[in-house]
């Protein structure tokens, strides 16, 4: 089984520019989830998707981030525009039911650099 | 939200030796995850507990499900250079998102 996919690896960026990131989760995976992971710290959820729909996005800081995962299927991230303290791990994570109770499989993560 | 406490924030020990750390909340909590990231990667999950007072096993591995449902413990038997990581806690909450401890980074002398 594949597991969950992000692209880029690696993303440096200036402050006050706009970045993206993609996400593909486990295949059959209904239930996907972005989380913020800054340096030291655990991760935290900033937005949940059920399908096509947001479940969750009370954590997302909407006035600069967007989500979208329009078939249901992979799902994009964007930042416009960036701050420094944007700087973390940006981890994508999917599970096969709606997710309460169920362990999440995480990506590798997008490394983003704000300078 | 819910708020994990995990402790210790760090452990330097030696091959062979034991380790046991462990996740607090003032919150009951209805599932406990165990997870373990290694630098430049996503979380993996180790163990996971469903019941109070539930005790389980993935090789040298053991977590329990604390009876208050207010806490966790993992403990690594005879730890080996490869134990070496961020090992992280998360729960449910009823009705609630999942919520992650700070982390325990753990470094392994040989």
């Known amino acids: 089984e594949a597991g969950v996919a992000q692209s880029p690896r690696y993303k440096i960026i200036e402050k006050r520019q706009s970045v993206a990131f993609w996400c593909n989760p486990i295949?059959?995976?209904?239930?996907l989830y972005w989380y913020q992971q800054i340096l030291g710290q655990g991760p935290k959820l900033l937005i949940q998707?059920?399908?096509?729909?947001?479940?969750?996005d009370s954590q997302l800081p909407k006035d600069r981030f967007s989500a979208e995962r329009l078939k249901g299927v992979d799902s994009t991230l964007k930042i416009q525009p960036a701050k420094l303290e944007d700087s973390a791990v940006y981890l994508c994570?999917?599970?096969?039911?709606?997710?309460?109770?169920?362990?999440?499989?995480f990506g590798n993560g997008t490394r983003l650099t704000v300078t | 939200g819910q708020q994990l406490n995990q402790s210790p924030q760090s452990m330097f020990i030696q091959e062979g030796e034991d380790v046991s750390m462990n996740c607090t909340s003032s919150?009951?909590?209805?599932?406990w995850l165990w997870y373990k990231q290694d630098p430049g990667e996503g979380p993996v999950l180790l163990i996971a507990?469903?019941?109070?007072?539930e005790l389980t096993s993935n090789g040298r591995l053991t977590a329990q499900f604390g009876i208050t449902r207010k806490d966790s413990f993992l403990n690594i038997s005879a730890s080996i250079p490869s134990d070496v990581g961020i090992y992280f806690c998360?729960?449910?909450?009823?009705?609630?998102?999942?919520?992650f401890g700070e982390g325990t980074q753990l470094t392994v002398n040989p």
């Open positions: 998360a729960g449910y909450s009823s009705g609630s998102r999942l919520t």
């Open positions: 507990l469903y019941k109070a007072g």
């Open positions: 919150s009951i909590f209805n599932t």
């Open positions: 295949s059959g995976h209904a239930t």
């Open positions: 994570a999917s599970t096969s039911v709606r997710g309460y109770n169920s362990p999440l499989h």
């Open positions: 998707f059920q399908n096509n729909g947001v479940v969750d």
